[in-house]
């Protein structure tokens, strides 16, 4: 952000709420230097726009390297992303990986290729964080991807499990944030359009009308039509957890066995 735009009140909104989810969670510490995965989504575009005004609000200092992954899909413009950062003065690696043709190979015809697609996308930023010397990954889930992913874990899984604001690779090597996993999607959307992102769209992914992701977002969004507290809600229950009136013995150990009352709703 320039130091002559004044921040709406939408963007002072997303503000408090980024700086409040770095505060409680520890997300960023003096001296690190962050890569920022920017996919040319709205969400990724956002999170860097928020975390350049938390590196002048909150009194860290921070580095900030936006990284975006060409994958290999037909007809993606990479210059669109390169531009915008030179334009905001955002530092700015750009790789080149041919994933689109894997995941053409492996995933059959009529299965959503998100998965495989996202795993394959991780592994690579892992790796080129490394490289950068980048203390964090910075990802641009925001709460409704949380979610959605508790619910489909809930629904497809058997686990309860969402998207933890901070979590260390399986390998040890990176930390992984998520500075708007408290901020709603729809501010983001409004926040894209009202700041102008060049928004570059996946044809591959989850957003694909059919995808398990999008039957749960309808879910959701049916829910919230009936009572528009659904969302605060669910929000709230991912901090609110009742370790003893679940059927994990592992836990139920931990947090010394018995509870208080059934916990029944009247």
Known sequence: MTPTRRASLLERKLLTTVLR????????????????????????????????EVQRRAGIPFEIIAVNL??????FEQHVISDWCDAHGIRHH??????????????????TPCSLCSRLRRGILYDVAVELGCAKIALGHHRDDALETLLMNLLHQGRLQAMPPRFRSDDGRNVVIRPLVQCDEADLAALALERAFPIL????CGALPNSERQRV???IAEWSAADPRVRDSMGAALANVRVTHLHDKRLLELAGGEAASDGTVP
């Open 70 to 75: 060409d994958q290999g899909h037909p007809g």
């Open 21 to 52: 989810t770095v505060h409680d969670f520890s997300l960023i510490a003096p001296g690190d230097r962050v890569l920022c995965g920017l996919s040319g989504g709205k969400d990724s575009y956002g999170m860097i726009w928020l975390l350049r």
């Open 201 to 204: 769209p996946c044809d591959l």
């Open 217 to 219: 977002k309808r879910l």
């Open 94 to 111: 750009m790789v080149q990986r041919d994933t689109f043709r894997i995941v053409q190979e492996k995933v059959p015809a009529g299965q």
